[in-house]
């Protein structure tokens, strides 16, 4: 009688397992045939200075408001850089879930600058596998700090192609070919064409924390200029709580538009030229639908 019960128990195991098998088999099969948007690339609109390929939502608006402060080489006597900033203000408004508008005013050199993303293509898996996800980004701004320019001598325009792939849930790499044009440049004898090659990266150590890091290379002739200028290289952690994101980042650019930190980095890491620096960011929502369907 045991070896009967043992030998019915040892079949419906067996009869369970098969089905389990079945069931998974066929789940999976279904999963092969949906298209998976890979989400979450970047935690901002931003990866430090440059955009990434993150648009805002639709119907949400971000609130930015971007500091940077003094060279940290400045010496105690400027406290290390703290005793001096510079602001961006910015709005972003996502027109669609693909494409943002936004709008911004910085202190230096009193900037209003101007731009919009439209994201073409979405990293996917499943059905149709998207190994990478392209964002198209276009700029323009008013220098308004020289009163005696005309103003289409003040104006500058940016048009960017960011390239990026997740790679996994921790890393992700982005690339940002960059075209960027002066009606005049600050600095006599410089180009007013300047290409130029962003690479940028996020790495998550927890669920709200991330490393992330960018380099500008800028295509410029040599000896070209009576200033410097040197490639934009900045670091930093990005910190989410809720609505809001933190960047905490140290930057050898003062400027926080492409404009100024892609073509007018007159600081370098090897000499100590360094500013601390912090984007906060704010999403406030107006999509009534998601709201009732919130409460």
């Not at 648009?55 to 001096?84: E, P, V, W």
């Amino acid at each position: 009688m045991k070896l009967l019960r043992l030998m019915l128990m040892l079949t419906c195991s067996t009869t369970v397992l098969y089905a389990q098998d079945d069931l998974l088999s066929e789940l999976s099969k279904q999963d092969s045939m949906v298209t998976v948007p890979v989400s979450a690339t970047f935690k901002s609109t931003r990866v430090v200075n440059g955009h990434s390929v993150e648009t805002m939502k639709k119907k949400h608006l971000d609130f930015r408001i971007s500091h940077r402060f003094g060279r940290l080489n400045s010496g105690a006597y400027q406290f290390f850089g703290l005793d001096q900033a510079t602001m961006r203000m910015g709005f972003e408004y996502g027109v669609t879930d693909d494409f943002m508008i936004g709008v911004g005013r910085s202190t230096s050199q009193k900037v209003y600058d101007f731009f919009g993303k439209l994201k073409v293509l979405k990293q996917s898996e499943g059905a149709r596998n998207i190994p990478v996800s392209v964002t198209l980004f276009g700029g323009t701004g008013v220098a308004t700090v020289n009163k005696e320019l005309e103003f289409q001598d003040k104006l500058y325009y940016s048009a960017q192609v960011l390239i990026a792939r997740k790679f996994g849930e921790r890393l992700s790499l982005q690339l940002s070919p960059t075209f960027l044009h002066r009606n005049k440049p600050e600095v006599l004898g410089d180009e007013k064409v300047l290409l130029a090659l962003g690479i940028g990266g996020r790495f998550k150590l927890s669920k709200r924390v991330s490393l992330n890091g960018e380099y500008f290379y800028t295509a410029r002739e040599k000896n070209t200029v009576t200033a410097p200028y040197y490639d934009s290289m900045s670091f930093g952690v990005d910190i989410e709580t809720g609505g809001h994101v933190f960047q905490l980042h140290f930057t050898n650019s003062l400027g926080m538009i492409e404009k100024q930190f892609i073509g007018e980095t007159a600081g370098t890491w090897g000499k100590g030229d360094i500013h601390y620096g912090f984007n906060i960011s704010r999403t406030f929502s107006f999509d009534k639908k998601n709201k009732k369907a919130a409460n």
